[in-house]
């Protein structure tokens, strides 16, 4: 989990992830002065987003996370109309109009499944490091993985475990739960294609080919994706100018 | 201003909060908000006259044939959190949160209108209430309605006329008189100029820069539900109505998105209420339990009464009918008249019904060219930032 800022001048100029830590306030100060440097007698136009947004000094206004990371994917891949986001604890959905208007969303922040957090649970579990994560090849034997939950997958995984059930086999069940889960949300929304897919879990490429399998589409993702809502809040505060 | 519809209440001058700045429409909602506790006293004092209070869960309550009975109808506790643990210890925990506060409160003996009750009018709409019904029952007497699952066919109508007439017969030997239906024909004209009333009230929501917004028009009406004396309530509303007509607006809330509320009933939930308005929305109409949904439609006069009263109670397009066409006529019908942009949607949490019909809610907003967004919360209030962010993104798409 980490504070993320973009200062933008026409293009990207500088961008900076700090670790969130416990006081947002400060966060904040320290997130911006590493875009702008100490000295600087002025701040530039500011948007605040995200479940901090409320916290950032010197904001002169704050937009929702839904709304700035559109606009940032949209920045990234122009031809975008769907949007998943799989962060580190939700998801959500976005749908776009061919101008990049938010039409609808959905979102699950109220449950750990299918997001980073129950991938860092399951992955502990069976001795892979994120980075392993991210090697695994999306072919190969699949272990069904039934529970969603995160706690009883948990369970299920020490049973799989204790079967003498291979981990990359186990893992591949993981990935391919996570991937499930997401492309019902995208369909419950309505997937318009092109589909964007963006969030920390983004820079897992099995994952992305898993989740284009299910929805039997083309997966775009790109490596700027964990930045999109700040880059999204950036572009607004330029438009304000 | 040509009425002044508060000095009815006998309320002290130097009341506090009250300031010399506050214009008429600020006042009535200040009136509003002192005496929204007056119910639980009339309640008292009319159990001590020795008045049948008949307490009440729902719209499908028959009130027409409570007050022909000489009773009072009290629509029961079931808004708070503080009594959901102590259901718990009965009910299990994914159940909807409104079952769980009704019976807590039950329960615990926390509700004050249950306390003065002497029987209870439920009835068999969704699984969980008509389950803990049976458990209520060993409190307080609760006689279950049974409702037809479909409001369209004949032997639907059947059910619903006979379940009334058994509602008539056991309060009758509540009472221990009859009810004629003369007296109910006097009954179901009062409801009717109630109704009628409130849908008045509602309508100055339709104008292009409403006088109230959607947490004080749901404050308003909350009020009137918990004045017994309906004769009074009716004129004070209309008096109150024609003075917020006649009022210059104090505010402008011309330029937010109209939002209308429809899905579970929002009485434990006013968070979404609040949150949705501060987010810069303005909630215009209300389509669920204590709103149109009850109120759209007026009982027929003049025909056979206990006829009536069925066909009216079952059109009410509660998400436990299927199918359901009069919920989905309600929704269009509003939606233009109320100039509607956005409709959201709230879901108590394990309210299967709501739910999976929001998919088809969804269908018919978005098939009207508005935009949808459908809630799921519950009775706590920690999600209100998750609430925020949803509400605040779908106020930033208009």
Not at chain 2, 371 to 388: M, P, V
Request: aromatic share 6%; charged share 25%.
């Amino acid at each position: 989990m980490g504070a993320k800022g973009v200062l933008f001048d026409g293009s990207i100029a500088a961008s900076a992830l700090v670790p969130t830590g416990w006081d947002m306030k400060e966060t904040a100060r320290s997130l911006l002065s590493s875009l702008v440097g100490k000295g600087e007698a002025s701040i530039p136009p500011l948007v605040a987003t995200g479940y901090g947004r409320k916290s950032v000094d010197g904001a002169h206004r704050t937009v929702t996370e839904i709304t700035c990371h559109a606009k940032g994917v949209r920045f990234l891949d122009g031809r975008t109309r769907t949007v998943l986001d799989i962060g580190g604890q939700d998801s959500k959905v976005i749908r776009l109009d061919p101008s990049g208007n938010v039409v609808d969303f959905t979102m699950n922040d109220r449950c750990a499944a299918g997001t980073g957090r129950f991938l860092q649970m399951m992955a502990q579990r069976l001795d892979f490091s994120l980075d392993e994560v991210k090697t695994l090849a999306a072919d190969g034997e699949v272990q069904p993985l039934t529970s969603m939950c995160a706690v009883f997958a948990e369970t299920e995984v020490v049973t799989h475990i204790a079967r003498g059930v291979p981990q990359e086999t186990l893992l591949r069940g993981i990935l391919q739960a996570i991937a499930s889960r997401a492309a019902a949300m995208v369909a419950k929304a309505g997937l318009a294609e092109p589909l964007f897919f963006s969030g920390g879990l983004s820079r897992i490429d099995s994952l992305a080919v898993l989740i284009g399998r299910e929805l039997k589409t083309e997966v775009t993702v790109h490596e700027k994706s964990p930045l999109a809502g700040a880059l999204g809040a950036a572009l607004i505060a330029w438009e304000d100018l | 201003m040509r009425s002044r519809p508060w000095q009815g209440l006998s309320v002290p001058l130097s009341s506090p909060g009250r300031t010399s700045e506050m214009g008429p429409i600020a006042m009535i909602v200040d009136e509003v908000r002192r005496h929204n506790r007056d119910g639980i006293l009339e309640i008292k004092e009319a159990h001590e006259r020795g008045t049948p209070i008949i307490g009440t869960y729902c719209g499908y309550m028959p009130w027409e044939i409570i007050d022909a009975a000489g009773a009072i109808a009290v629509s029961l506790c079931a808004k708070s959190e503080e009594a959901i643990p102590a259901a718990e210890e009965h009910l299990p925990r994914n159940l909807c949160p409104l079952v769980k506060s009704s019976y807590g409160h039950a329960l615990r003996g926390t509700c004050p209108y249950f306390h003065f009750c002497d029987l209870i009018v439920a009835e068999t709409t969704c699984d969980g209430k008509k389950k803990m019904y049976e458990l209520m029952d060993r409190i307080k007497p609760v006689h279950l309605v049974q409702i037809p699952q479909r409001p369209d066919r004949p032997e639907d109508f059947a059910l619903m006329k006979s379940e009334f007439n058994r509602v008539r017969q056991r309060l009758e030997d509540l009472t221990g008189r009859a009810i004629t239906d003369e007296a109910l024909g006097t009954s179901m004209a009062l409801r009717n100029r109630e109704r009628r009333s409130l849908r008045i009230l509602w309508e100055l929501s339709r104008r292009k820069n409403p006088p109230l917004t959607g947490c004080e028009i749901q404050e308003i009406t909350d009020y009137i539900q918990f004045r017994f004396d309906k004769e009074k309530a009716i004129a004070w509303l209309e008096a109150t109505t024609e003075a917020l007509s006649q009022a210059t607006p104090e505010r402008d809330l011309s330029a937010r998105p109209r939002i209308l509320v429809t899905g579970c009933p929002i009485g434990g939930v006013m968070k979404t209420l609040e949150v949705l308005e501060e987010t810069g929305a303005l909630v215009v109409c209300f389509e669920n339990c204590s709103g149109q949904k009850e109120s759209l439609r007026p009982v027929e006069e003049g025909v056979d009464v206990m006829d009536a009263l069925a066909e009216k109670y079952l059109a009410i397009g509660c998400s436990v009918m299927s199918p359901n066409p009069h919920r989905m006529e309600g929704l269009k019908r509003l939606i233009g008249e109320y100039d509607v942009d956005g409709v959201v949607e709230i879901v108590l949490t394990a309210c299967h019904t709501y739910a999976v019909e929001g998919y088809s809610v969804r269908e018919l907003v978005h098939s009207l060219g508005k935009s949808y967004l459908s809630i799921e919360t519950d009775y706590s209030s920690g999600d209100r930032e998750q609430l925020a962010t949803r509400m605040g993104a779908f106020v930033e798409m208009f």
